[in-house]
DNA sequence: ATGCTCCCTGTAGCAACTACAGGGTCAAGA
DNA sequence: TCTTGACCCTGTAGTTGCTACAGGGAGCAT
């Protein structure tokens, strides 16, 4: 058994994290100490860094509950676990794909700074209407 | 002279938003009509526009704002313009670099899925701690 | 007069935390 | 024993950038 806080340091999880966590559901409410206190046990801690791994890698905490109440029913077809993970990196390709249209106009944008004052800024330019 | 309907349709921007920026003090409250409804210039249409197209290129609102009021005061050096901009560009740098490392976390994972049952998929194993 | 579309203010919601404020608890040292 | 300090508690509000109402008013056409 241990306390908020060492189960924040086990897992590299702000305390007010774990509350919040609690309050949403996605960990059981736990048994507490005569004086209040929340105490955690292994269990706790796996469920813990399952989701913050699972954090990591960038699932919604929406993705993540699906996967951990699929978990819970280790009996079922994996095939669920293999569709959220595949949505996921859907997306993941989406926003690389996004993210580098955008440095491509950047770059040339910025690249066209000649250096002179503001109103000659080619980067402003290149941001406002009307004057392409 | 225009409502703000006219303006959201002509910058692809919904009402509330122009609000709201204009709650937040990135646009000036515009002139208002004996009706007390908001009519906005050639001169709002520009800086809605530009606004716009910053945060089309993923500048922070912050960053909208000083974009803007260095565009005000068109006499100063462009060096601040500069680093804001190669400052954005840097970020999303940082960004593609994680998502590339996150996809190949991910398409790991993912292939190495047998198609089993929950309790064997390797997915939720490389989710799961203390299983390595 | 009635409907319809637009506009107004003000507030609350989204994701996923984070940061207090204003207390209580507990172990250790003087 | 008393006190100090680190930890914990609840509850609420802030963050970013909007978006979505609710409950009204304005303006125009029929
Ligand atoms: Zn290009
Ligand atoms: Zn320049
Ligand atoms: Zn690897
Ligand atoms: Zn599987």
């Known amino acids: 058994m241990r306390s908020i806080g060492a189960l924040g340091k086990a897992t590299n999880t702000k305390v007010e994290t774990i ?3 609690e309050r949403i559901g996605l960990l059981a409410p736990p048994q507490r100490t005569d004086g209040n206190y929340r105490t955690y046990d292994d269990e706790a801690l796996a469920r813990l ?3 913050r ?3 990591d890698l960038g699932f919604s905490l929406d993705q993540v509950r699906a996967l951990l109440s699929l978990t819970d029913q280790g009996t079922q077809d994996c095939k669920t676990v293999d569709r959220i993970a595949r949505d996921h990196m859907a997306e993941i ?3 690389i794909a996004d993210l580098i249209a955008l440095r491509h106009e950047l770059s ?3 690249e066209s700074c000649g250096g002179g004052n503001i109103s ?5 330019e ?3 209407p009307f004057d392409n």
């Open 53 to 55: 791994r699972s954090r």
């Open 108 to 110: 040339t944008m910025i």
């Open 126 to 128: 290149a941001l406002s």
């Open 19 to 21: 509350r919040y966590y």
């Open 93 to 95: 390709e989406r926003k």
């Open 49 to 51: 860094s399952f989701i």
């Open 120 to 124: 000659g800024c080619r980067i402003i």
